[in-house]
């Protein structure tokens, strides 16, 4: 997967949109702090793998 975007939300989280750049119908969104962002060294482009955890799925 790729990092598509990253929208701040509020003064410490952000929204980030991952998924593949050929792919737009597939999307994959996750809610974190921006430190962890930070922390991860994540910008758009960046190849990720994503962990799901199944207690944290939304419909």
Do not use: F, N
Request: glycine share 6%.
């Amino acid at each position: 997967m790729t990092v598509l975007e990253i929208a701040d939300l509020t003064a410490s989280d952000c929204l980030v949109r991952l998924g593949y750049p050929a792919s737009r119908d597939a999307v994959l969104l996750a809610k974190i702090t921006r430190k962890s962002c930070r922390q991860l060294g994540l910008k758009s482009g960046l190849g990720v793998y994503a962990r799901v955890k199944s207690v944290a799925v939304l419909d």
